[in-house]
Structures are given as structure tokens and as C-alpha cells.
């Protein structure tokens, strides 16, 4: 766990630059982010907490679908999840 008077680099949780598409359309952490102490937090925070959380989270879900790991039903279910999670998520920042 980063400590709470360490120092972060700037790209710390950035999705596009710690966790970017590649051309396959999978996503991929590159060489420099692998040698980097803060990386499995940097991950954690940029796939759960990040502003694209959403996104990326749609995005396992999707590939789950296409895959024939899930069905119709737990694909809608999950994405109504996600979006009802950003909604609650909205509601509380707002107050």
C-alpha cells in the first residue's frame, strides 16, 4: 500500500497510459509500468476508482459476452449493475 507521504508519479491510476488498448483490443501494461513500485495499486485504483472504472469494467463484461462466458441476461444484469453503481456514485459526489 502507498504510503500517505510518498509521492506518486503523475500517471499514477491514468488508465491510458498505466493500463491502454493495444491493437488486439485487449488492454496491456507496458514494459515501464512493470519495473514501477506503486503498480498494483496503480492498477487497483485506475480499474476500480479511475474516472474510465466504467469503462473498463463494461469492457470485461462485453469480452465475457463475446466469449460465450455469460449470456444475455447476466451481461444486461451486470451493465444495469455498473450503470446503477456510477449513478450512486454521481449522487453521492454531488452532496
Not at 20 to 37: D, H, I, Q, Y
Request: aromatic share 8%.
Amino acid at each position: 500500500m502507498t504510503k500517505k507521504n510518498e509521492s506518486l508519479p503523475n500517471c499514477f491510476s491514468d488508465i491510458d497510459t498505466v493500463f491502454p488498448m493495444t491493437n488486439t483490443g485487449l488492454r496491456m501494461s507496458p514494459e515501464k509500468c512493470m519495473a514501477c513500485k506503486h503498480k498494483t495499486n496503480c492498477l487497483k485504483e485506475a480499474i476500480q476508482k479511475g474516472p474510465k472504472a466504467m469503462e473498463v469494467q463494461e469492457e470485461y463484461v462485453d469480452r465475457a459476452y463475446d466469449s460465450g462466458t455469460i449470456g444475455f441476461w447476466a451481461r444486461w444484469s451486470r451493465k444495469k449493475s455498473l450503470h446503477r453503481n456510477a449513478q450512486k456514485k454521481l449522487q453521492s459526489q454531488k452532496k
